[in-house]
């Protein structure tokens, strides 16, 4: 995907922080010395928006489109009108596509220039995401890549890298497991990971 009007707006590891990141950290720091703020619970509330309170959003995003054709249809054609209507959006959210991923391809997400993200359905970027090793491999490896998440493509289907920019961020809706018929919208929102709504991992049923 083309990278044009694409910001440097983020904080980037192995790269020079921006002004407000910098004021973020400086902010962080002071806190911390004067003991208003204690650096494990903050790392526990940002472990919280990373890892459950944001893609809890986005998994229910992917219940609803598994459930509902009607929902699946319009996420399909208008991704940012869809998720705003359960309630998701805000600033990183206001333009949305939507990677379905079928037995054929499979769809895999990354921001080669920083770490745009879709915040309102996947909460805060994991490290890794921002990482150097993973905006420059994705997309020259990216079946490598995948296996050193736990993920094997057969070679028969395609790997898709969509590159994230200010303009445009993506959100995989991984394939439904089988074994899941007659589930309820909120049981299969449980089995919805973060990494697989970047691309990175897939959805099973439990044994």
């Not at 707006?9 to 950290?25: C, F, I, M, T, Y």
């Not at 494990?40 to 459930?67: F, M, Q």
């Not at 990183?92 to 309102?120: K, R």
Request: proline residues 8%; charged residues 25%.
């Amino acid at each position: 995907m083309p990278h044009d009007g694409h910001h440097h707006e983020h904080d980037n590891e192995g790269s020079e922080l921006s002004p407000l990141a910098l004021r973020v950290k400086a902010l962080e720091s002071l806190l911390v010395e004067k003991g208003y703020v204690d650096p494990r619970a903050l790392d526990v509330l940002i472990d919280t928006y990373e890892t459950k309170i944001g893609p809890r959003n986005g998994a229910r995003v992917v219940a609803r489109a598994w459930t509902d054709p009607t929902f699946a249809d319009w996420l399909t054609r208008d991704a940012t009108a869809a998720i705003a209507s359960l309630g998701y959006t805000g600033r990183q959210g206001e333009h949305m596509v939507a990677l379905f991923n079928t037995p054929d391809t499979h769809n895999m997400i990354v921001c080669t220039l920083c770490s745009c993200y879709p915040w309102p359905v996947l909460g805060l970027p994991p490290v890794w995401y921002k990482s150097m090793p993973y905006r420059s491999r994705a997309v020259v490896e990216p079946r490598e890549v995948l296996k050193e998440f736990g993920v094997t493509m057969p070679d028969e289907r395609e790997v898709r890298v969509w590159d994230s920019t200010a303009e445009v961020r993506y959100l995989v809706i991984p394939e439904r497991p089988t074994g899941t018929e007659g589930w309820s919208e909120d049981e299969l929102a449980e089995l919805v990971t973060r990494n697989a709504m970047i691309g990175t991992g897939v959805v099973t049923a439990p044994a």
